[in-house]
């Protein structure tokens, strides 16, 4: 079943530049939860650190994430991502909290859907949730022990499943379209996809995704080896609602790579980069204006359709971004006939 939301998601694609938002850890870390807040009543007796683990404070500080979503709405973003980042059993098994997965999913998603109402409400314009999917803490093309490059830590059938029960959360949440982000293992986002199809077919759903990959350093290639046209031959399948790169590199030196994809993709082409380097801190320093005056310029120059930001990008960050893009035309699709 297509959704009408999808629909009219779709059109708006078509229309204008589309606004994503910033970086939900960036901007739950400005509240410097403690252990004890992170925990709230429910965990109090948690028997693991529970500080770190931002997917939780949906239960635990759920105010705090709903007014993260809604202030990203209020500076220009048409979609939020839900707070879900790591709530795959694969990664809350750091925290002993696998069983938790569907709830934080449910709720991740519902908490964002209220914030889009809420800005709805005030404005009049759509808003639109997108159900985070990262790619795990687990890589299922590389060993992670030098000394034995056959082995894997994980295997598809395992990421498989983990997608999917983190999709069933997310769909009873009633998320918009789904967000398969920060791929730095085409393996990893197979799986997620293959998630994405068995659980469309239960739920006799369109489920839409979004595919966002990652370049790791300056070589240019996703952490498994493929530059961003590979990787866009091996996604094109699932023929996304959009496609492109996010986190790893700030606008500056994400541009060539987009610039790529823009080249050879037949679908919109999304993109979110990090607030510039990181310091030696591993802080972002890049003012806001400095970010929107970036990614205006690919904008300009006839690259993307929708736009964000990833690590260090807050609520002001989006507001530059959105005012530096608007009134540009979106890029024009073009027909990818090479096999």
């Not at 996304?240 to 679908?267: I, M, S, T």
């Not at 802080?283 to 736009?307: C, K, M, S, W």
Request: charged share 25%; net charge negative; hydrophobic share 40%.
């Amino acid at each position: 079943m297509r959704t009408p939301r999808i629909s009219e998601l779709e059109d708006l694609i078509a229309k204008r530049i589309v606004i994503l938002d910033g970086a939900m850890g960036t901007t739950l870390q400005k509240h410097r939860f403690s252990e004890a807040q992170f925990r709230g009543a429910r965990f109090k007796d948690w028997p693991r650190q529970l500080q770190g683990n931002n997917d939780l404070l949906s239960l635990s500080q759920p105010d705090a994430v709903r007014d993260a979503h809604l202030g990203f709405f209020r500076a220009g973003s048409d979609i939020v991502e839900t707070n879900t980042f790591s709530s795959t059993a694969v990664a809350q098994a750091d925290y002993g909290m696998e069983d938790l997965v569907f709830e934080l999913n449910k709720t991740s998603a519902r908490i964002a859907n209220e914030a889009a109402r809420i800005a709805e409400s005030e404005d009049g314009r759509p808003r639109f949730v997108a159900g985070a999917l990262g790619p795990t803490n687990r890589t299922a093309s590389i060993s992670p022990d030098v000394n034995d490059p056959g082995f894997r830590a994980i295997t598809f059938e395992q990421l498989h499943a983990a997608y999917a029960e983190q999709l069933r959360g997310l769909v009873e949440g009633g998320v918009d379209l789904i967000m398969i982000e920060t791929i730095f293992d085409t393996l990893n986002a197979k799986a997620a996809l293959f998630a994405v199809d068995d659980v469309a077919a239960e739920t006799r759903l369109d489920l839409r995704v979004i595919i966002s990959g990652t370049i790791s350093d300056k070589s240019g290639r996703l952490l498994s080896g493929q530059t961003p046209e590979a990787f866009w031959v091996s996604m094109k399948h699932a023929r996304p609602l959009a496609f492109g790169l996010n986190c790893g590199l700030g606008a500056k030196e994400l541009r060539n790579y987009v610039a790529d994809l823009a080249r050879v993709a037949d679908v919109p082409i999304c993109v979110y980069p990090n607030a510039g380097l990181p310091n030696e801190m591993g802080e972002y320093d890049q003012h806001p204006d400095e970010t929107g005056e970036l990614l205006g310029l690919y904008a300009r120059q006839g690259f993307i359709n929708i736009v964000g930001g990833c690590c260090g990008t807050t609520h002001a960050h989006i507001k530059a971004i959105a005012d530096s893009v608007r009134g540009v035309e979106p890029r024009h699709l073009h027909h990818d006939d090479r096999t």
